[in-house]
């Protein structure tokens, strides 16, 4: 049986649940509890379980009664488990389930999956199958912490994570950049070498049962991960190394929530825009010729204001060597706008950034969706043209107006008031009735720019404020 056979059957369970009101969501949060039990059976790893708590006590029992029981035995994984991380995954369980008879359908079919005829290592390619499904489904409303497989594949290509490095994701969701990087670093070295002096993931997420698919995640690609339940811009995050060698992030998009928590010491000019806040934390988190690849949306390259001061900052501090416009559509929402920033920590606080490439991977280029899937050779070109130096430092060509990747000096950017919104290809699709983007896509853009206004007018109130409050002092 073939993995993706394996992950469609096991999704397709998730129909029994539809009478009872459960979301897709909450289905695959369901999921990690039970397969993992099945999973510890099938690899031999039933010893960090508690006797009693595990899959063949499950099954064994009978229908009447299965699901009090069932509640029962996840609470004492959680309490008795003898693996830290197995703890975390079963900490303050609940079940979705309502009625013993589902239950029991869903352990059955999970049981009679023919399970031996697939390698050891894949069953953490099955639960990473599961959580693209999940994402993928409009029904799942969990694309938010889901960046696509192919682009996540291309950044770590690109930025080469190596053996003994410490890899961070602040916003780390399902643990997708850090389950490619493993995935790049066994690739391009030997067990013996990796056993050796193997890489220190790290990452942080605040969202409970995102949380707990990434811990089940890692822990089926026995990576040494260190995953903190939090906001990465806090001091939740305290656990987590001040300086590291590499950071991969896709930020949750959208303004701050209105909480009033006290963020990290790194975010020197706190903003109403979430992505300013991890940009600020991810540059000040590198040590010395470290490299970060971030996902932010079209926003963060021409706001005004602070918008300005943080990418003027990032400029100084870091080598901003590469930035890649991505395809519109290729996010959970319709119209999201959003790019790659490459950049390494400079060995001086001054002067890092000579000159900025621009990959334009959106002009002109067809939409992506179910019937035309982003795959990882739409990026290709990119990432020959990038070429095979992690810090950017290839040599490059300048094709000019009519090329994808342009070179743009530091004394043209600040001619622009550093804003890196540039654009230079023309859109060579007809402008008709029938070319023009979704009323959706158009109801986002205008969402957007009304969104900005109001983060601007925020930043003024507040400079105002302070100017008050110190002449009244």
């Given at each position: 049986m073939s993995i993706s056979s394996t992950v469609k059957k096991i999704w397709d369970m998730c129909n029994i649940l539809r009478g009872d009101g459960i979301g897709y969501n909450e289905y695959m949060s369901e999921l990690t509890y039970l397969l993992f039990l099945k999973i510890s059976k099938e690899t031999g790893a039933e010893s960090d379980l508690p006797d009693g708590r595990r899959w063949d006590d499950l099954i064994s029992l009978e229908e009447s009664g299965i699901l009090g029981k069932y509640k029962i035995m996840l609470t004492h994984l959680g309490e008795e488990a003898k693996d830290e991380r197995v703890k975390e995954i079963y900490r303050f369980p609940t079940t979705v389930f309502n009625h013993d008879e589902n239950l029991r359908a869903v352990i059955e079919k999970i049981d009679k999956l023919d399970w031996h005829s697939l390698e050891s290592d894949a069953f953490g390619d099955i639960y990473e199958g599961l959580l693209a499904k999940n994402s993928q489904d409009s029904r799942a409303g969990a694309g938010q912490y889901f960046t696509p497989r192919a682009l996540v594949n291309t950044i770590i290509k690109v930025i080469q994570p190596q053996l003994g490095e410490v890899i961070q994701d602040p916003s780390t969701g399902t643990g997708g950049f850090l389950i490619s990087a493993d995935n790049y670093i066994r690739d391009h070295s030997s067990p013996q070498k990796y056993s050796r002096t193997p890489p220190l993931y790290e990452g942080c997420e605040i969202e409970k049962n995102t949380y707990r698919l990434c811990l089940m995640n890692a822990f089926l690609h026995e990576m040494n991960t260190n995953i903190i339940l939090g906001d990465g811009l806090t001091n939740d995050a305290s656990g987590l190394q001040d300086k590291v060698d590499v950071i991969v992030a896709n930020p949750p998009f959208g303004s701050k929530s209105g909480s009033v928590r006290k963020q990290k010491s790194s975010i020197k000019h706190p903003s109403s825009n979430k992505q300013l806040d991890f940009l600020q934390h991810i540059y000040n988190g590198l040590k010395s010729d470290g490299r970060a690849a971030v996902v932010l949306p079209d926003n963060v390259l021409f706001d005004e204001g602070i918008g300005k001061t943080i990418r003027k900052e990032l400029m100084e501090l870091c080598d901003l060597h590469t930035i890649l416009r991505l395809p519109t559509g290729i996010f959970y929402a319709a119209g999201v706008k959003a790019n790659v920033l490459f950049f390494n920590r400079g060995n001086t606080d001054k002067d890092n950034t000579k000159e900025v490439w621009v990959y334009d991977l959106r002009t002109n280029m067809p939409a992506f969706n179910k019937g035309n899937p982003l795959t990882e050779k739409v990026f290709g070109d990119f990432i020959d043209r990038f070429g095979s130096l992690p810090n950017g430092k290839s040599k490059r060509d300048d094709g000019g107006d009519t090329s994808r990747f342009r070179k743009f000096?530091?004394?043209?950017?600040?001619?622009?008031?550093?804003?890196?919104?540039?654009?230079?290809?023309?859109?060579?699709?007809?402008?008709?009735?029938?070319?023009?983007?979704?009323?959706?896509?158009?109801?986002?853009?205008?969402?957007?720019?009304?969104?900005?206004?109001?983060?601007?007018?925020?930043?003024?109130?507040?400079?105002?404020?302070?100017?008050?409050?110190?002449?009244?002092?």
């Open positions: 000096s530091r004394d043209h950017l600040k001619k622009r008031g550093d804003n890196l919104d540039i654009i230079w290809l023309s859109d060579e699709r007809s402008v008709d009735i029938l070319d023009l983007p979704e009323p959706e896509v158009v109801a986002d853009e205008i969402a957007e720019t009304l969104q900005n206004a109001l983060r601007e007018l925020e930043e003024l109130q507040g400079l105002l404020d302070n100017t008050s409050e110190a002449h009244n002092g």
